[in-house]
Each structure stands twice: as C-alpha cells, then as structure tokens.
C-alpha cells in the first residue's frame, strides 16, 4: 500500500473510540492513520451498553445494521438490568438502568454487545473507506511537534521496527494508560477509592438458568450490606452460557489465594457449576485529563476519562467524544472552522464527564452507601421495604443522564448554564442540546433529512429567514443543508419555527428572527459566542 506523505489526522489507539473518531473524519474525506497495537479485539467483555444515543453514531458511521446483527444474545432476548438486595436471587429487586423510557427523544434504540464485538464492527467500517490506514501491531510509542504538524513514531510489536507518521493533528485514543496523553504532559486529576477490584469471565448454564427469574435481563447489580456502597455485578456475554462478573475484593487477592468460586456463590445466594475463563484485576478509580488539548494534540476516551464500569458511561461517552472532536476537526481543515471551534472540544467534552463522574457514578456508589447503612430488613423490615420499593421510581440513571452543551461558546441562546451530563428529555428544541425526533407532516423523521454538514429546519419561520441562512452560509463557506417545510405542529412540539443543527445532531440555536451571520459565525468558533 502507498500511502501518503502527510496525513490530515494521525490516532495513536483503534479501539472503538479511535476506530469511531478514524470513520468520523474518513467519512468526511479526511486522511487518517490509525496505529494500533492489536492484531484482533482483545476477547475480554467489557463496554457493554450502548444508548441510544450511541446507536444514532453508528447509523450515521453507516453501520448501524452490522452492530444489530453483530449482538452475542438472540434479537428477542431482552437486554435490560434489575439491581438486588444482598444476593442475586433475593426476593428484594427492582428495574434498573432501563433506557427504553427515554427510547422517544432518539432516532434508534439502544443496544447491547460486547466491546470486541463492537470493535469488529467498526474495523470492517475502516476498512471500507480508503481515506484510512490502519497499522495493526504497531504502538504508538512518542511524538514531535512543529508549526505544520505532528510526526509520530510507531514501533512494530513483533520486531521493534520504527517508522514515522506524519500528520497535522495527532488524536491519543490509547486508553487510560495513555503514552500520549504522557507525552504531551497532559496531567490528570484523579479520585481514588482505594479498591481493588476482580473481573471474573466465566461459563455457567446454571446459573442462567438460576436467573430465569428476572426475564428479559442482561445485567445484574447486587448491592451487599458489607461492601460499602461498591457493587457485585454480573452480565450476560451470550444468552445462556458466558457471563462476566465484577466486584471488590481483598487488596491482597491473587489468581492462587482466593476463592473466586466461593466469591461467586455467595453473590448469588447459591451454589453453581463454573468454569473461568479470565481472571484480572483492576483499580477502582475516576480520573480524567486536566486539558482534553494541547497545541495540535488531543485525547479521547479512556485517555481522557476512565472509571468504574458502572452504567455502561465509559465507552458511550468516548464514542460521543469521536463525534464532537471528528466534525471539529475536519471543519478546520476545510478551511470553514473558526479559531475557536477546536478549543470547544475540551471545553464542551470535558464538564460533561465531569458531571458524568461527581453526578452519576460516584454519587450513586455513596447513595448506595447511605442506604446500605441505614436500613436493614433484619432489623426494621416495613422500614426497609418503604424505602427499598421508592429507590428507583424515576430511574435518575437514565432520565437525569442528558449529556448537553448549554453555555458553550459555540452555542446561540444557551443561557448561562454549562456543559453538564445531567439534564432532562424533552422535545423542545433547546441551543445546546440533542434534536429529538419528532414525526413531520410528511411521515418523515428529522433525523432521515440531516445533511453531513450543518442542517437548518424551517417548519413556519419567516419565509426570508431561510435564503438569509442560505447566502450567509455561502459567503462563509460553512456547509448547510436547508429543509423548509410548513409544518405548524413540528413548530409548536420544538416551540420553534426554525433549528440549526450541528453536525453531531445537537442544536447551535432555535428561535424564529435572528442574525443568520452571527448565529453561523458563533456556531462554527469565528467570533468567540453570543
């Protein structure tokens, strides 16, 4: 293969949020290369839960009906999750982290499959687009940079051969341990639980058949009186035979002196037949990067952000950073991207995990907690079960969890919020949040009539708004797709009669009279925000 003296984008890491962030920029005639370590995805069973919101990326990555198909459990197996009270066969359970009740405010539903799995998906996807290279069994192991780009050594993991990349942005998706992360002395800010905890990988059809109690569930979280607030937790590979199983365990355990077996059985409240397959350890840690840039180089996913796999936030929310930094990037070099457009990434991307971590994931474990230590069926039984049966009735996992960009920079009319995870579903078209789709006139749905650029709807707005939108869009050279149709109820659902679209479906601004120059301008980082 020949490939090119320069590429526009080098990505040191093709795990799903470097392969997603490769088909973001390729799928927009970016040159990319991607350096990754792995021959094959690693068969370990991790980054599960895909939203839907993750789902919508896939759609628009053009591979949306290959994660359908690509799932380990039967299409009419369900994928939901219950969380139990002391064992996994206790008689106190509830729903938990059912994403279908904010199904409506998406275009596609949500998913559930392993990570290497996903993983194959998107390496077929890559590999349909010749705008990208992937170099499997090379790491990324340093990098220079200079006024024009990046040039970055990768070094061959079966020999030590060295060869130089050279690019004009450098992307570090190498997960949390991240070379380049280092090496751009990016620091982080962390927050230590001090647990030590064990990934269990195992065979049992006993115990499937032990939990065909909880129909149409694919994941189990057991919350145990002595653990502190920290979860067992288990989850279906495929339907019937594998599971995977995480929990906290002593700070000595090793491979030779504990009894994984016994951990297992007393987290059901039953003994079964097992087989393992993988046992590995990790540490129960939140951390993130303090600059999610620097100069020419950037992190996404576990490189700037990792925690506890705790409600599936990790690799939906590096997928998220793939869209937000793959449209910004190709936008600057195509000439219409602002000065300002590529520091949004960090300052958009970087509060929502934030909040992801201090409002979902550790806020639940001390929720937990408190609850663990206050009530006690053995000791005030109605107390506990009041407050059991009222833990869960608004499912804040989920309809609290609304990744938004309120006070952003590029946002027109946002407020003066921030960019937080926690927010609420609604179907009002709000600067800085998620478009929701709604059914037009026609029969047709928004998300069917987007363009690959920015996408302005006008469903009763004035009627010279739009050619206003149109030249301005002209004279700056910024990519709009224009869809007018007179359509009062869509107008009245978005309580808008006309909606900028990004391009990674999240609303620059919504009203009905407006400065088409200021708006684009403030959209695509030109002039600093309104």
Request: proline share 5%.
């Amino acid at each position: 293969m020949t490939h090119p003296p320069e590429y526009d984008v080098a990505i040191v890491g093709g795990g799903p949020v470097g392969m997603g962030l490769a088909i973001e920029l390729g799928q927009r005639g970016k040159r990319v290369a991607v350096v990754e370590r792995h021959e094959t995805p690693q068969p370990i069973p991790k980054g599960q839960n895909l939203t839907q919101r993750t789902a919508e990326h896939f759609h628009f990555w053009g591979c949306e009906p290959e994660l359908r198909a690509a799932r380990t459990v039967p299409k009419d197996a369900g994928i939901g999750g219950i969380t139990c009270y002391g064992t996994l066969l206790s008689d106190y359970n509830y729903d938990w982290l059912n994403r279908a009740k904010v199904g409506q405010y998406y275009y596609t539903r949500n998913e559930r499959l392993p990570q290497y799995a996903t993983e194959g998906v998107l390496r077929a996807r890559a590999a349909e687009l010749p705008e990208i290279d992937v170099f499997y069994g090379w790491d990324g192991v340093d990098f220079t940079e200079d006024a024009t780009g990046v040039s970055v050594t990768a070094q061959a993991r079966d020999g030590g051969t060295e060869q130089v990349i050279r690019a004009k942005y450098l992307a570090g998706c190498d997960g949390s341990r991240s070379v380049i992360r280092d090496a751009a002395e990016i620091s982080e800010t962390f927050s230590d639980h001090d647990r030590k905890m064990v990934l269990l990988v195992f065979k049992s059809t006993e115990l499937h058949e032990l939990v065909e109690r909880y129909p149409g569930k694919a994941f189990f979280c057991v919350l145990h009186p002595d653990l502190n607030g920290y979860w067992l937790f288990f989850g279906r590979v495929d339907q019937g035979t594998t599971w995977f199983f995480h929990a906290p365990v002593p700070a000595d355990s090793t491979v030779e002196n504990y009894d994984f077996a016994a951990l297992l059985h007393r987290a059901v409240g039953q003994e079964f037949a097992v087989e393992f397959e993988h046992i590995g350890f990790w540490d129960l840690r939140v951390a993130y990067a303090n600059d999610y840039r620097k100069n020419r180089v950037f992190v996404a996913g576990d490189a700037a952000h990792s925690h506890p796999p705790y409600g599936g936030y990790g690799i939906n929310t590096g997928f998220e950073d793939a869209r937000n930094l793959g449209w910004k990037l190709a936008a600057v070099l195509d000439g219409w991207g602002g000065a300002d457009l590529l520091n949004t990434y960090d300052s958009e991307r970087r509060p929502v995990f934030a909040s992801t971590a201090r409002d979902f994931i550790e806020r639940y474990i001390v929720e937990d907690r408190e609850f663990l230590n206050r009530f006690n069926p053995a000791t005030n039984l109605a107390e506990f079960e009041t407050a059991w049966h009222s833990r869960n009735l608004d499912a804040p996992e989920v309809n609290a969890f609304e990744p938004n960009y309120e006070g952003s920079t590029i946002v027109c009319g946002a407020g003066f919020g921030a960019p937080s995870a926690q927010g609420n579903h609604s179907f009002v078209a709000r600067a800085g949040h998620h478009l929701a789709p709604v059914r037009l006139a026609d029969g047709q749905n928004p998300f069917d009539l987007l363009g690959a650029g920015f996408t302005l709807f006008c469903f009763g707005c004035d009627a010279d708004l739009a050619e206003r939108f149109r030249a301005a869009a002209a004279e700056l050279g910024i990519p709009l797709k224009i869809v007018v149709q007179e359509d009062r109820d869509a107008a009245a659902i978005y309580r808008a009669g006309a909606i900028l679209v990004r391009p990674d479906q999240f609303i620059a601004w919504a009203g009905d009279e407006s400065d088409a120059h200021l708006i684009l301008n403030t959209a695509t980082g030109r002039n600093g925000g309104i």
